[in-house]
């Protein structure tokens, strides 16, 4: 289960990395180890921005700078060429202690238009990879954005989420692209 959180220190000439479970003391390493802490933590160390799609995904930050690990704050433009696009839509990912076991929870804002979307702003899980047989530890965080990216513009149709959303994009297309425009300028950009 991966519950633990990767702190790296600097004091004085001497680097360092801790490594916390539930911001408890587990272990010291140096430096030279990092390369076993990516084998060990890979996804601890991801990229934070994907260039060429534009997504960008932050820990959260704590009132002492400190990395919340469990939260992450995204933001993921819409694509080029789509209605969608001129929008950076906010979400979140909120991981539990049994990740990569357990899916991270992705909500837009409450009320966020989308087919895949529920009411409250929650992604369908099985949705953002189209997963008939369920979540695989081996996703990546990156794959989940990545995908999520995929999904705003072609919506699963296998698992809907939003009734109104769903309703519109399979009986009324042209009213579906109007709410996609207007959502697209509720949402500048984050960071």
Known sequence: ?????VCKLRTKDVASIKVLWRNQFV???TWEAEEDMKKRYPHLFEPREIPD???VARPETGPDGSAN???WHCSIPGKTATDWEGGFYPMTMHFSENYPY???KC???QGFFHPNVYPSGKVRPQSILNQDHGWSPVITVKQILMGIHYLLDWPS???PAQIEGYNIYIQDNVEYKRRVRQQAEQYPTLF
Not at 1 to 5: E, H, P, S, V
């Open 1 to 5: 289960m991966l519950d633990r959180q």
């Open 53 to 55: 799609q534009g997504i």
């Open 27 to 29: 272990e010291e390493t």
């Open 102 to 104: 357990k899916p991270p």
């Open 157 to 159: 149709t296998n698992y």
């Open 107 to 109: 909500k837009f804002p």
């Open 69 to 71: 690990l469990m939260v």
